[in-house]
């Protein structure tokens, strides 16, 4: 049962450490997306890959935050200095897209990371 | 501004009851639209997905309208279970990749 994995599952830090949170996404998945989900603001795109090629990181701050994937199994996101209004849930998403319509994305279990 | 808007933000029902999901979106250009059932603690899960030519799709006991020219999807609930307590959220493509996502709709069954 192919699924996308998530680690840490959970993360309490202080602020300004650096939090980094990994991303397995199902194999043959050309696509790969970052959200963060906040109660306030629900389900948010931070960035996203095709191919393991950065396509929109718009919705991700660029002082503090970076994502990549350094190869085709993973995918990080990193925090550095980390601020309290950081805290949520960070989920990991992917799906292949073979270049017509829509294509399903499949969400992993998510890293709630809290920053005191 | 692209947004997404879901009613009502929160919705409890009895179990065996039937009930229905609203989401308005201002999306454009429109690509498709999704509905997700995300259970507390875990992440979303899609149930349909509807392109601009669909009006219909079920998924077993749930049932996604679409309706582009007003800009409106209901997710209607047949019979409903303790096992459908979630968030429903609603998203909108203007694409293939982006997404605008609504804060969702919170379901809870009583028994």
């Known amino acids: 049962d192919a699924r996308v994995t998530q680690t840490p599952r959970h993360k309490v830090t202080e602020m300004g450490q650096e939090v980094t949170m990994r991303c397995q996404p199902i194999l043959g998945h050309n696509t790969v997306f970052w959200y963060r989900q906040t109660m306030m603001q629900g389900l948010e795109l931070l960035a996203y890959?095709?191919?393991?090629?950065?396509?929109?990181d718009s919705g991700m701050p660029k002082d503090r935050f970076s994502a990549e994937m350094p190869d085709a199994t993973l995918a990080t996101l990193k925090i550095q200095p980390s601020e309290p209004r950081d805290s949520a849930v960070y989920f990991c998403?992917?799906?292949?897209?073979?270049?017509?319509?829509?294509?399903?994305?499949?969400f992993g279990p998510g890293t709630r990371l809290t920053v005191t | 501004k692209n947004q997404v808007e879901q009613s009502p933000q929160s919705l409890i029902i009895l179990e065996g009851k039937n009930c229905t999901l609203q989401?308005?979106?201002?999306?454009?250009?429109?690509?498709?639209l999704r509905w997700y059932k995300q259970d507390t603690g875990r992440g979303p899960v899609s149930l349909t997905i509807m392109t601009f030519s669909e009006n219909t799709k079920s998924n077993g006991r749930y049932t996604a309208t679409l309706d582009a020219d007003t800009k409106q999807s209901s997710l209607h609930i047949t019979a409903s279970q303790l096992s459908d307590s979630a968030s429903y959220i609603c998203?909108?493509?203007?694409?293939?990749?982006?997404?605008?996502f609504g804060k969702g709709t919170h379901l809870i069954i009583q028994p």
């Open positions: 989401c308005n979106y201002t999306v454009s250009p429109f690509s498709n």
């Open positions: 998203v909108v493509s203007e694409g293939a990749d982006g997404l605008t």
């Open positions: 890959f095709r191919n393991r090629a950065p396509l929109d």
């Open positions: 998403a992917s799906g292949l897209n073979e270049g017509q319509g829509a294509h399903e994305q499949y």
